[in-house]
C-alpha cells in the first residue's frame, strides 16, 4: 500500500505536473524544439496510463513493479536518457505512420456510428418523454375533472340545504276549535243587527 500510494505521487508530480509545466513554458517561448520535444513525451504518457490502467489490475503482485514504474518515469523525463523521444521515434511513429489511414477510417466510422447512435437514443428519448408526458396529463386532467365533479356535487348539495324553505310546523291542537268558537259570537251579532235593521224598516 505505501509502494502504491508513494508511485502515484511520483507519478502525479514529476510525470504530469512537472512536465505540464515545462510544456507551457516551450508554448509561451515558442520554442519548436522544446514543443516537439514534450509532444512526444506527452504521447507516450499518454500510452504509458493506459497500459498502467490494466498492469495495475494483474501485475501489482509482481515485485518492485512499483518502483520499476517510478524509475520508468524517471527514464522517459531524464534529459541524459531521453526515453520518451527514443521510444517515440523507434516504436511509436513508424507505427504509427504505417497504420495512420486505417486508424483515420476506423475513427471516421466510429465518429458516424455514434453520432447515428446518439441521434436514435435521443429520438427514442425524446418519444418515451413525450408519451410519458401525455399519460401524466391525461390522468391529471382526469383526476382533475373527477375533483371539480365532486366539488361542484358538494357546491350543490350545500346550495340547496341552504335555500330550501323550512317545513312548516303543524297548528297545535284545539287552534281551530278556538278561533271557531270566537268566530261564532260574530256571525251572530251580524245576523241580530241585520235583523233588527230590517224590521225598522
Partial sequence: MVSWIISRLVVLIFGTLYPAYYSY???????????VKWMMYWIIFALFTT????????????????????????????PYTKGSSLLYRKFVHPTLSSKEKEIDDCLVQAKDRSYDAL????????????????????????????????????????????GAPAPSSPPPPG????SSKHGQPKMSRSASESAGSSGTA
Avoid at 513554458?25 to 514543443?35: C, H, M, P, Q, R
Avoid at 287552534?175 to 278556538?178: I, K, M, V
Fill in 25 to 35: 513554458k516551450a508554448v509561451k517561448s515558442k520554442d519548436i524544439k522544446e514543443y
Fill in 175 to 178: 287552534s281551530g276549535r278556538a
Fill in 119 to 162: 441521434v436514435h437514443f435521443g429520438k427514442r428519448g425524446l418519444n418515451v418523454a413525450a408519451t410519458a408526458a401525455v399519460m401524466a396529463a391525461s390522468k391529471g386532467q382526469g383526476a382533475l375533472s373527477e375533483r371539480l365533479r365532486s366539488f361542484s356535487m358538494q357546491d350543490l348539495t350545500t346550495i340547496r340545504g341552504d
Fill in 51 to 78: 497500459a498502467e490502467t490494466f498492469t495495475d489490475i494483474f501485475l501489482c503482485w509482481f515485485p518492485f513493479y512499483y518502483e520499476l514504474k517510478i524509475a520508468f518515469v524517471a527514464w522517459l523525463l531524464s
